[in-house]
């Protein structure tokens, strides 16, 4: 028997040297690859077996390709010169093209329709990327469509996985008793089953084929448990610094956290936001706050170890995991505990963390706050940010709960006008119960002061001057409105 090492086995990087199994679209993939001139997109979860499956087709068939990798600087350099010069180059494979620049992909976009249009034969061009990243360019050019052929590569069923696991069986003189439950605890990822089979040999001393069949009888559970140690080293510190965002925030409504929980929940790794906001519409407000004013973005960019793992697309507001290792780590955290560990004080039942409540005269030092509190990534329910959702609505069951229950903190604004004022005397009646619940925050203009008979009289509150200057009154409010929603 040829004695083989356990890493050329069960490799968990790279391509493997010693066995291959088809995934459900290798058949789809072989007959778009082989066809001239037209584009073909694949996508797929990381770890799925995109790329081993694509470099097992040109060997097999025989085919030139040229590789490259938007990771590396020199190959986006080529990438470059492809756009400005693209007759005759053969079939070009690009891998992890979401990484490209959107000038680069619009310039892709606008490639592969004139490859297409006009059947080119000598040019054809192949695409790589995570779960849904084509809709990155259907988004630059919404009638590129029809003129590719994406392939969606899914997770790989069980018996693929199990298959896979006893090549490496045969390969290595081994018997793992317990292989159908270690697929179905992969995800129905290739890499990841490769990972636990190889945790679970050196767990067992095995590192090569065996001169006698060796059984391991090594239960899954200690392979992940195994595994999840030796990769905390890599990722706790990633999932605590995505999780508390740009701002380090450990109370209201914790949308990094949510995102992570979600990605852990998810079939595929991926997060579409519209999907999420139709999915969890409690959380849109929170959610759409961090992702559409690209404090996401700004995130992943600032930080690389969470860029090396998460990648988020503008145009399609798609949020992915890189790392198939990473997927497994989420998987199998323990969010409970995490959570308890970070000291989170999260908000479960409100849409979002606090509601302005003022009369229109004064809207021009509301807006100003509101700014300073959503430029610190919190969700503030403010009636103009909300005009379009607003449009056709019935009025008083639309704000009714913003103001009972929806917001955990009601900022009441109040100037001499806000008594007199049919809104703000119905947003009262709303919130009047949730005074004697400390979460109403009264903003008392130099105009006002309160009576023995008001709500709100008693209760800690703070002033705003308009004849002195605004900024730091603004700062300071809202300094100590971010400090009580942490606490």
Request: charged share 25%; net charge negative.
């Amino acid at each position: 028997m040829e004695r083989l090492f356990l890493e050329d086995v069960y490799c968990d990087s790279g391509v493997p040297k010693h066995r291959f199994i088809e995934p459900n679209e290798h058949i789809k993939t072989k007959v778009a690859l082989r066809s001239k001139g037209r584009g073909v997109i694949v996508e797929g979860p990381s770890g799925i077996g995109k790329t081993t499956c694509i470099k097992k087709i040109i060997a097999d068939n025989a085919m030139s390709a040229e590789f490259l990798s938007a990771r590396i600087q020199e190959d986006i350099e080529y990438i470059k010169l492809i756009l400005s010069s693209p007759r005759k180059c053969g079939i070009v494979i690009i891998d992890d093209f979401h990484l490209l620049s959107d000038e680069i992909k619009h310039g892709f976009s606008d490639l592969l329709k004139v490859l297409a249009d006009e059947c080119c034969e000598d040019t054809k061009l192949v695409l790589i990327g995570i779960n849904k990243a084509g809709e990155c360019l259907v988004q630059l050019a919404p009638d590129l469509n029809n003129r590719i052929d994406t392939i969606r590569f899914e997770a790989n069923p069980t018996e693929k996985l199990v298959e896979l696991i006893s090549k490496g069986e045969i390969a290595l003189n081994i018997k793992i008793a317990n292989k159908e439950q270690l697929a179905k605890n992969s995800f129905g990822s290739f890499h990841i089953v490769q990972m636990l089979c190889k945790t679970l040999c050196i767990m067992n001393g095995i590192t090569e084929t065996q001169d006698a069949n060796t059984v391991i009888t090594t239960l899954p559970d200690e392979a992940i448990l195994n595994k999840m140690q030796e990769l905390d080293r890599v990722f706790n510190s990633t999932i605590k610094e995505f999780a508390v965002g740009n701002r380090n925030r450990r109370g209201g409504l914790a949308p990094y956290l949510r995102l992570l929980e979600w990605l852990a929940e998810s079939a595929n790794g991926a997060l579409q936001m519209d999907d999420v906001y139709m999915l969890h519409p409690k959380y849109k407000a929170s959610i759409s706050q961090i992702a559409d004013k690209g404090y996401i973005t700004r995130l992943i960019h600032n930080n690389e170890k969470i860029a090396k793992v998460l990648f988020y697309d503008v145009a399609s507001k798609i949020l992915a995991i890189e790392d198939p290792k990473f997927l497994f780590y989420i998987k199998n955290t323990n969010w409970m505990k995490f959570k308890k560990e970070m000291g989170f004080k999260i908000s479960e039942q409100v849409q979002y963390d606090f509601a302005m409540s003022f009369a229109g005269e004064k809207r021009k030092y509301v807006e100003l706050l509101v700014n300073k509190l959503v430029a610190n990534e919190v969700s503030v329910f403010y009636d103009r940010n909300a005009a379009a959702d607003i449009l056709g609505k019935d009025l008083d069951a639309y704000f009714k709960p913003i103001y009972a229950a929806d917001a955990k903190y009601v900022v009441a604004m109040i100037d001499s006008n806000y008594p007199k004022k049919v809104w703000t005397v119905f947003e009262s009646q709303q919130y009047k119960d949730r005074c004697g619940e400390n979460s109403v925050i009264p903003i008392l203009f130099e105009d006002f002061t309160p009576s023995p008979m008001d709500t709100l009289y008693n209760k800690g509150y703070e002033r705003i001057d308009t004849t002195n200057e605004i900024e730091p009154q603004i700062e300071h409010i809202a300094n100590l409105l971010l400090e009580k929603l942490d606490n």
